[in-house]
């Protein structure tokens, strides 16, 4: 028996790896194989400039992914991140812009406005007990209009490089000698190992996944889950708002109305890098992954020749395919 | 035995249309096992949730340890010293053991939560209680059994004064509960209080000090569990005596016509070349330990597992199935062990529940016909004695015994020909066991064909004109009910081929 205490950690190593371990690798190579695929038959593909607009088009994406694995590991959704990220850049702008408010200060209330409306996420959930795709889209469409209302219809340039109060664009993008770095893969990595350590080490990570497992079951243990399920929300709507600060230093215009199907690339990443359509299981680094997929896909398969509308039909297939493995997965635990 | 350590006084609670509990008293000591017993929906489960603050009583007054408490939640609870096994499982899937058992109060360093720690704990933990169980195994790869004994194992961790085991050992093999019996021993000698919920009259009288009897969500009385019989419990718990024979002759005239045969039947590791027949009018029992392969040939029969090969004949013609519609089709019905995933879909009601196999015959054109719904559920509710305050109530509020007799009216109502029962029984009181026994002999001499798979060797015995054996995936034997007994069937269920 004593031996059974010094097995029993190898052991967890062991089974962790079998399982969203190895559906993470499957997704590495997925990745990997991409990368490959389009660089051999593309040209243009292989150059690093390409490689450099793959990860401005990511960073937002994969910082919503990250922030939106919380709720759909309860067994949630959050539809709001999407419409919700240009709402933020627009209310954080337009402070910037047109009342003279410092970049920092903008970048702030970016923040802070996700933050809140993730509370609201929350507290419709949790609280008012709603379903959680009804109380998403709900805010999906109030962030919509707060954003139109924000920037007064029209579009917001927040300071563009060379110009006062642009230093934030280098964040993502830094510009040493004649090189343009993508430095904002830094600070998406660390960000993933961060909230990979939240999800898995701590108690919000712990009952989030109890939640998404059994969530009555959690109730009677004891738990304050009304707490721990607002918190799923309010990260993701933390996230979306640092996804719009990473959208507002990608891009140079933000656009009021637009912004509606990011959450689904978002969502269609973390659930392609293994989060369980049903909630409990799933990965922050699957989930950035699984973005990694969605993005290749999105930029890569023009330079092949097909289409916008291509991409996304295959981008929905591969979804599936996601799905399919999920479900097979769950099948197989149930035979055993 | 010591002194009273909890007192229960005039519990009164009252839930949308169910008198739930009306006055009711009960009392536990320091160091003994006390029994709490009465029919499905007596108000065992209630009872205990309003003891452990999961809901509020209307009136009453409870006393632990010479003073007054109100618990509004399990954690209260469990932080002064009373925790509970709760009849359902309560485990959470995708969480290893170490983290189930350690929920809400997980070791820590600074923010991080231990792992380490808590995998060391709890193998100290199971090590203690000689459970095999690695720590950080995931909980949903784990026999029920299994789960069970976590949650035990959880409920123990504590450190608590009084633990309370709502059936506990309706998923438990013979082994597993004679571990459970064991602890339980342990923690008596502790001096700890011990509730435990059960309807089978043999535990009860092996592991408890005491007896109190439900019925109705009424106090009946509290007996000395040495100084009473069984029918002195069963008569508390149903107003009367029930007596009914075994069989010891099969009813089923030698040339009944065959209306199932399986040849050949695989599937999986679970069903190896399993082959039989069943005849009109016949109850052909399943006996086997748990795990043998017995649920998983009913779910191939009935085409909710595929099939590997093997053929099927009904009434002498061969059939495909290759899921449950067709199944249906050929006039089978299924009665799921595992009726919470299974049987019902519990926030629907009794009513749409029970015509839920049958739907075209309760639609006019485009519409159900609700009144006629509403009927025929009323019907088999009386049929069944299923305690409800209507056919509109939510399965979710019913008890776990009357959950059950939904399921079964759900396909008698479909009039199926032939009938799989799995574990027709589990977690069902003498009384509605017994009616449950009356309506299958009734449903066999109507010349339906019953398949029964059990695990309750005197359940069995009781009700079989033929048993059939299966030990790890194959058919050990078939036995005549006339040539059957406990012995030769338990030989036939651990015999090695
Ligand atoms: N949440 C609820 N809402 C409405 N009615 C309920 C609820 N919980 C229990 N009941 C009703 O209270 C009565 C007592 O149920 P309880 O679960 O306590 O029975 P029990 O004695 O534990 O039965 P079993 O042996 O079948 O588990 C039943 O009639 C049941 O339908
Ligand atoms: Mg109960």
Known sequence: MSKAVVNAPAEKKKSMFSKSGNQKLIVLLVVIFLFIFFSIFSENFRRYTTVLSIMDYSYYIALMAIGVTFPLITGGVDLSIGTGLICYSLAGGYLVVHCGWPTWAGMLVSVLFGVLIGLLNGALVSIMSLPPFLATLCTCMITRGLGSICAKSFGISWPTTGSEGSWFRDIFKITIGDTKYPLGLLWVLLLVMFMAFVLNHTKIGRYTIAIGSNKEATILSGINVKFYHIMAYVISGFFAGLASIAYSAVFSTVQPGTGAGFELEAIGGAIIGGVSASGGAGSVGGSLLGVFVICLLKTGLPYIGLQANWQQIITGMVLIGAVMVDILKKKRAAAV | ?497
């Open chain 2, 1 to 497: 035995m010591g002194d009273v350590i909890l007192t229960m006084k005039d519990i009164d609670k009252s839930f949308p249309g169910v008198h739930a509990l009306d006055h009711v008293n009960f009392e536990v000591k320091r160091g003994e096992v006390h029994a709490l017993m009465g029919e499905n929906g007596a108000g065992k489960s209630t009872l205990m949730k309003v003891l452990t603050g999961i809901y509020t009583k209307d009136s009453g007054s409870i006393t632990f340890e010479g003073k007054e408490v109100e618990f509004h939640n399990t954690r209260e609870a469990q932080d002064a010293g009373i925790v509970i096994v709760h009849q359902e499982l309560n485990m959470l899937g995708h969480l290893t053991v170490a983290q189930n058992i350690f929920i809400g109060r997980e070791f820590k360093k600074g923010i991080r939560i231990d792992d380490k720690k808590m995998n060391e704990e709890a193998a100290k933990l199971f090590e203690k209680l000689h459970i095999d169980i690695d720590p950080a195994e995931t909980m949903s790869n784990l026999t029920v059994g299994k789960q069970q004994m976590c949650e035990i194992a959880k409920a123990i961790s504590h450190e608590a004064k009084v633990i309370i085991f709502d059936e506990p050992s309706a998923a438990l093999t013979e082994a597993e509960i004679e571990e459970l019996f064991k602890i339980i021993r342990d923690l008596r000698q502790q001096q700890l209080g011990i509730v435990y919920i059960s309807h089978r009259m043999d535990e009860i009288k092996v592991i408890t000090d005491r007896v109190t009897v439900m019925r109705d969500g009424g106090y009946v009385g509290t007996l000395i569990t040495d100084e009473c019989t069984k029918d002195d419990i069963i008569n508390m718990m149903v107003g009367r005596v029930i007596y009914e024979d075994p069989k010891t002759e099969s009813a089923v005239p030698k040339d009944a016509p065959v209306v199932l045969k399986v040849e050949h039947l695989n599937a999986g590791k679970m069903v190896q070349d399993v082959s039989f027949e069943l005849r009109k009018g016949e109850i052909l029992g399943f006996s086997g330990l748990m795990g043998a392969g017995r649920t998983e040939t009913a779910r191939a029969i009935f085409g909710a597992d595929p099939k590997t090969s093997g053929d099927i004949y009904i009434d002498g013609k061969k059939v495909e199935i290759n899921n449950p519609q067709d199944a249906v089709k050929c006039g089978i019905g299924y009665l799921s062990e595992d009726r919470k995933r299974f049987g019902i879909v519990v926030q629907k009601s009794v009513a749409e529940n029970s015509t839920m196999a049958s739907m075209e015959n309760f639609v006019k054109g485009l519409f159900i016909n609700k009144s006629k719904e509403n009927k025929v559920a009323q019907e088999y509710v009386d049929s069944l004695a299923t305690k409800t305050p209507g056919v509109d109530q939510l399965v979710v509020n019913l008890s776990g015994g009357n959950q059950q007799k939904v399921v079964i009216a759900k396909w008698l109502i479909r009039n199926c020909d032939i009938l799989i029962f799995d574990e027709p029984t589990r977690g069902i009181d003498v009384g509605a066991k017994n009616e449950i026994y009356k309506l299958m002999n009734r449903l066999a001499e109507e010349g339906k064909s019953i398949i029964m798979i059990s695990s309750e060797m005197t359940e069995i015995l009781r009700m079989s004109d033929r048993i059939i054996v299966m030990c790890e995936g194959r058919k050990t034997g078939e036995i005549d009910i006339s040539e059957a007994s406990q012995e030769i069937i338990m030989n036939m269920a651990t015999r090695e081929i």
